[in-house]
């Protein structure tokens, strides 16, 4: 049986449509990855951008962390500099009343007993007027560089020993009342609490490496494979089998950075992961378009039929949509334009704590938190969305069982093409145990640890606001600086653990005779400062003092043994006594040695005011 053979227009007219549709395809297919390709750049710029602004924040959160560490060792070196006792002793020796083996021999007991109180140190070396050597005690090393301004305090150096042990070295001028020098501490201290910073790279992912380096160069330190190294700075230029990233952030303006390196491939396969999707997308509908058009442009084809194959690709289209609205890890809901959730996915849900039909229909305003969503941010967050379309930052949820959720949240408005909005999709991520982590470190950085009462960096900070809420009402207010008295014999008679009892016992009578809007501070040892904000006259301090000099008359009971102490207290008033921070604590310092001099369990004011007959 023979087949008819095609005629040549016949042949002309396949050839012509199977070009058409070959022509359609690829113009298609060229155009879907061209706009595939100019979404996916931008995109993965920006993710990556994200990634990496997050790894910086968490880079400058460690150097917090460690700056507030090198603060503590600050703080620690200027109350050892500022022991009065022992400083008088130099100031004799400095206009040569004693001898130099004389002022050794009070000094370096005393120094001693004050370093038994501050587990982190290691080693002192006291200096005299002329760096002559006054007492040497605990480890130090053979030989101990002294830091220069304005770097007075701060940690200026670290010390490898032989035996592997990491030692900081501070260094704290001894000066006068009047302000002259008249002797050095060289202090140092165990690095421990240094080093476990240091090797907490959790948070940067796998292959980090922290490195602190000093400005200058000088000096660098890492955690090696077997414990602590300490080298010259090494160039940027090192050769690595991979490359690196490296986030940098100064510890405040102390000459230290604390460098982080990360595996540039992490911020690499992270975008790439979250492009996967979007990407995969787009390759199914370019194919899913060439296949639809290929097919309708085929002259063979039936209408219905032609029909019914775009109506499944549509629906294709609409399941693998759904499908990524279901299986995303992120939580993501859609809503109205006026925040009514039309739709959340089952990550949103299950954050929160909720079914997700529950939530359909209820406004996110319901959602969050009211305690920290004021009315004013929420109205000013709603204008920037719909200004630029898009808006990030930090929500605070309510979740089903009252817990609170910390989201990081993105909220993208969708339009149509003469700019209406037609819906609002909210994505974020938890970040609850992040911040509350934060918050662990913040709160060891800004209270004592023993009586958790604000320490001297928070005492520094709220009195400065203080002075200058005061400057502008035109008011006054009050610094009260407290000495126990008798409690150096507590200590040695019951103990240091005793002592630190008797420290957390003091404080709780302290907080409960002050005003709630009052600050109770300690800045270290036995020594104690109250901010009075505001006082109307100089008798408001007055009868603040008296009231404290009565609650800490009244016997204590320590592991069962009655213990009687006293106080001595020096005020200071703003802006009489004092117009900055540092000028008031001064002040109030000064008055207090007069009081205890004048018989001890009493208050003076640094002007010139009677005081109460001592009890």
Same mark, same amino acid.
């Given at each position: 049986?023979?087949?008819?053979?095609?005629?040549?227009?016949?042949?002309?007219?396949?050839?012509?449509? !199977?070009?058409? !549709?070959?022509?359609?395809?690829?113009?298609?297919?060229?155009?879907?990855?061209?706009?595939?390709?100019?979404?996916?750049?931008?995109?993965?710029?920006?993710?990556r951008s994200s990634i990496e602004h997050t790894s910086q924040l968490s880079v400058e959160s460690q150097a917090d962390a460690l700056h507030h560490q090198f603060k503590r060792y600050q703080d620690i070196a200027r109350q050892l500099a500022g022991r009065t006792e022992i400083r008088h002793r130099l100031e004799a020796y400095g206009r040569g009343d004693i001898s130099l083996a004389a002022l050794s021999s009070f000094?370096?007991?005393?120094?001693?007993?004050?370093?038994?109180?501050?587990?982190?140190?290691?080693?002192? #070396?006291?200096?005299?007027?002329?760096?002559?050597?006054?007492s040497r005690i605990g480890t130090t090393p053979a030989e101990a560089a002294p830091s220069h301004p304005p770097q007075e305090g701060y940690p200026c150096r670290v010390h490898l020993l032989d035996d592997g042990e990491l030692l900081m070295q501070s260094c704290?001028? #001894?000066?006068?009342?009047?302000?002259?020098?008249?002797?050095?501490?060289?202090? $140092? $201290?165990?690095?421990?609490?240094?080093?476990?910073?240091?090797?907490?790279?959790?948070?940067?992912?796998?292959?980090?490496?922290?490195?602190?380096?000093?400005?200058?160069?000088?000096?660098?330190?890492?955690?090696?494979?077997?414990?602590?190294?300490?080298s010259p700075a090494s160039s940027p230029g090192d050769s690595e089998d991979r490359i690196q990233v490296t986030l940098e952030a100064p510890l405040g303006e102390q000459g230290w950075h604390l460098l982080v390196e990360l595996p540039s491939r992490r911020f690499h396969h992270e975008a790439l992961q979250l492009l996967l999707w979007p990407a995969l997308a787009i390759l199914l509908l370019a194919l899913g378009g060439t296949w639809v058009v290929s097919r309708a442009l085929h002259p063979l084809l039936a209408r219905v039929d032609s029909q019914a194959h775009e109506l499944e690709g549509s629906q294709q289209k609409l399941r693998l949509a759904a499908s990524v609205f279901r299986c995303a890890h992120e939580a993501i809901a859609i809503t109205s334009p006026d925040h009514t959730i039309i739709e959340a996915n089952p990550a949103f849900a299950s954050h929160l704590g909720y079914a997700a039909q529950e939530l359909?229909?209820?406004?996110?305003?319901?959602?969050?938190?009211?305690?920290?969503?004021?009315? %004013?941010?929420?109205?000013?967050?709603?204008?920037?969305?719909? !200004?630029?379309?898009?808006?990030?930052?930090?929500?605070?949820?309510?979740?089903?069982?009252?817990?609170?959720?910390v989201a990081l949240q993105t909220v993208s408005a969708v339009r149509n093409d003469s700019g209406e909005t037609l819906r609002y999709i909210h994505i974020f991520n938890d970040v609850t145990e992040q911040k509350a982590a934060e918050e662990v470190v913040r709160r060891q950085a800004f209270h004592d640890e023993l009586t958790g009462l604000p320490n001297r960096t928070q005492l520094e900070q709220h009195l400065e606001r203080a002075i200058h809420r005061a400057r502008l009402a035109g008011r006054q207010l009050a610094v009260?600086?407290?000495?126990?008295?008798?409690?150096?014999?507590?200590?040695?008679?019951?103990?240091?653990?005793a002592g630190d009892t008797l420290l957390q016992a003091v404080s709780e009578r302290l907080r409960a005779n002050l005003r709630a809007e009052d600050m109770l501070a300690?800045?270290?040892?036995? %020594?104690?400062? #109250?901010?009075?904000?505001?006082?109307?006259?100089?008798?408001?301090?007055?009868?603040?003092?008296?009231?404290?000099?009565?609650?800490?008359?009244?016997? $204590?009971?320590?592991?069962?043994?009655?213990?009687?102490?006293?106080?001595?207290?020096?005020?200071?008033l703003h802006p009489t006594d004092g117009v900055n921070g540092d000028s008031l604590l001064h002040a109030a310092d000064s008055a207090m040695y007069r009081a205890k001099a004048e018989g001890r369990n009493t208050w003076r004011f640094h002007a010139s005011r009677p005081g109460p007959v001592p009890a």
């Amino acid at each position: 049986m023979t087949t008819a053979t095609p005629s040549p227009s016949t042949r002309f007219i396949r050839r012509v449509h !199977r070009r058409i !549709r070959s022509l359609a395809a690829l113009g298609i297919l060229a155009t879907a990855l061209l706009a595939g390709l100019i979404t996916a750049l931008p995109f993965y710029h920006s993710v990556r951008s994200s990634i990496e602004h997050t790894s910086q924040l968490s880079v400058e959160s460690q150097a917090d962390a460690l700056h507030h560490q090198f603060k503590r060792y600050q703080d620690i070196a200027r109350q050892l500099a500022g022991r009065t006792e022992i400083r008088h002793r130099l100031e004799a020796y400095g206009r040569g009343d004693i001898s130099l083996a004389a002022l050794s021999s009070f000094t370096t007991p005393r120094l001693a007993d004050a370093m038994a109180q501050a587990p982190d140190m290691a080693g002192l #070396i006291r200096q005299g007027p002329d760096g002559e050597l006054v007492s040497r005690i605990g480890t130090t090393p053979a030989e101990a560089a002294p830091s220069h301004p304005p770097q007075e305090g701060y940690p200026c150096r670290v010390h490898l020993l032989d035996d592997g042990e990491l030692l900081m070295q501070s260094c704290s001028p #001894i000066l006068t009342p009047e302000g002259e020098r008249i002797g050095r501490d060289i202090v $140092f $201290f165990h690095a421990e609490p240094l080093l476990d910073l240091l090797a907490n790279t959790e948070r940067f992912g796998e292959g980090a490496r922290m490195r602190l380096r000093t400005t200058s160069g000088q000096q660098e330190l890492t955690l090696g494979p077997e414990g602590p190294v300490v080298s010259p700075a090494s160039s940027p230029g090192d050769s690595e089998d991979r490359i690196q990233v490296t986030l940098e952030a100064p510890l405040g303006e102390q000459g230290w950075h604390l460098l982080v390196e990360l595996p540039s491939r992490r911020f690499h396969h992270e975008a790439l992961q979250l492009l996967l999707w979007p990407a995969l997308a787009i390759l199914l509908l370019a194919l899913g378009g060439t296949w639809v058009v290929s097919r309708a442009l085929h002259p063979l084809l039936a209408r219905v039929d032609s029909q019914a194959h775009e109506l499944e690709g549509s629906q294709q289209k609409l399941r693998l949509a759904a499908s990524v609205f279901r299986c995303a890890h992120e939580a993501i809901a859609i809503t109205s334009p006026d925040h009514t959730i039309i739709e959340a996915n089952p990550a949103f849900a299950s954050h929160l704590g909720y079914a997700a039909q529950e939530l359909t229909g209820r406004p996110m305003k319901a959602l969050l938190d009211c305690n920290t969503s004021s009315p %004013e941010r929420l109205k000013h967050d709603l204008q920037q969305l719909e !200004r630029k379309g898009t808006w990030q930052g930090e929500v605070r949820y309510r979740c089903a069982n009252g817990d609170i959720l910390v989201a990081l949240q993105t909220v993208s408005a969708v339009r149509n093409d003469s700019g209406e909005t037609l819906r609002y999709i909210h994505i974020f991520n938890d970040v609850t145990e992040q911040k509350a982590a934060e918050e662990v470190v913040r709160r060891q950085a800004f209270h004592d640890e023993l009586t958790g009462l604000p320490n001297r960096t928070q005492l520094e900070q709220h009195l400065e606001r203080a002075i200058h809420r005061a400057r502008l009402a035109g008011r006054q207010l009050a610094v009260l600086f407290m000495d126990l008295d008798h409690f150096k014999e507590v200590n040695d008679t019951l103990g240091h653990q005793a002592g630190d009892t008797l420290l957390q016992a003091v404080s709780e009578r302290l907080r409960a005779n002050l005003r709630a809007e009052d600050m109770l501070a300690r800045l270290g040892g036995d %020594e104690f400062v #109250i901010v009075v904000d505001p006082v109307h006259t100089a008798d408001n301090a007055d009868r603040v003092a008296a009231n404290v000099v009565e609650a800490l008359t009244m016997p $204590f009971t320590i592991d069962g043994t009655q213990v009687t102490i006293g106080v001595s207290i020096g005020i200071a008033l703003h802006p009489t006594d004092g117009v900055n921070g540092d000028s008031l604590l001064h002040a109030a310092d000064s008055a207090m040695y007069r009081a205890k001099a004048e018989g001890r369990n009493t208050w003076r004011f640094h002007a010139s005011r009677p005081g109460p007959v001592p009890a």
